[in-house]
């Protein structure tokens, strides 16, 4: 082993002796939320974040049939080689969903996020972010220059003080989760927007957990507090409830065209293939058709699931969406405990830091409109011993 080999080793036994060492389980998916094991055991599964279930959506399967006949990959990014008429589809399907004047495609929402903060925040502009944002918005906070200041987590009263106190020269910025990843918990939009507007601060909101889970039709966060058109940015994904791959942006038109100039991730990236493009686009067919149904089946399987690990005495962080985060406390704990409940058939995220702080290492739990009762029933029960025997 050379010196640097030697040190990365080290650094990896550390991560291990601290429970910490990350590792991919490999599953075959026999529907939205079943699937077989690398031991061929077939699990539950309460940890992926296809919130309709639409992956194995007839509608969306055909879609994404009928586009791989334009080809399996996209053949580069669209300003150099011309694009796939898929993604304009799905971005004009995008903006009449959001209510938005213009949308552009990312390759996933992690690049979204890198994109449009690293090209629209210059170095003397003040970006302020709550302290629960999603990694890629603290990436493309970092990537942009601007300077942070970081609020506490949904604490409007922090941020005003924030805003109040800073004598910035440049642009203002506000960025903060709809529905934040790990805690579950959606942001306080009429608030954000009114110190928005206050402070002349560029609002942008991160829909990834939001669009497709909460709102009238899945509409997301604006649209569950009846503020359309009132957010500058949404960015989001299509890999969560969107049941494909990708990422977007939407919003006022010329910072579409703006970012399309601009923004590096969109420019020097080969786009998304159109079969992902046209699955996301059916998707949104779907919410449109049938919305309100998939979000009540969701709600309400959320509700059941809350409500009897909250009876078996499990330590939830209450709220209302699907994302149901159980506090364990040191990362080991939690790493042993989802291990346990996996090899009873049911699979929930164990997740730690740096995810998550120190100290707050947590089971997530992932409801699906595509679940059973039974199969909630199920879980609980599985849950509920395991955290008894713990
Ligand atoms: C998942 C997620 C992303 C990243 O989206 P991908 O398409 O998976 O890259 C960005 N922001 C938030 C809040 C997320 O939960």
Redesign the pocket.
Known sequence: MSGFEKDLNTELEQIEARGLVRKIRSLRFLDPVRAIDETGREMVVFSS?NYLGLTHAPEVIAAAQRALMHGTGSGGARLTTGGHFEAAELESKLTAFKHAEAALLFN??????LGVISALAKPNDVIFSDEL??A??IDGCRLSRASVKTYRHSDLEDLKRLLQECSCDGRRFIIS?G???MDGDIALLPGLVRLAGKYQALLII?E??ATGVIGREGGGTASHYGLEGRIDLQ?G????ALAA???YVVGKRLLIEYLKSKSRPFIFSTALSPASAAAATEALSLLRKNGNSYIEKLRSNSELLRKLLTEAGLPIINGVTPIIPIIVGEAKDTFRLANKIAASGVLVSGIRPPTVPEGQSRLRMTVSAAHTEEQIRYAAGVMARAWQER
């Open positions: 974040n996933t929402g992690y690049m979204a996020n944002n999603h890629s918005i989760d529905v934040f990843s991160d990834a957990h960015v994904t299509i890999s969560k791959e990708g990422g």
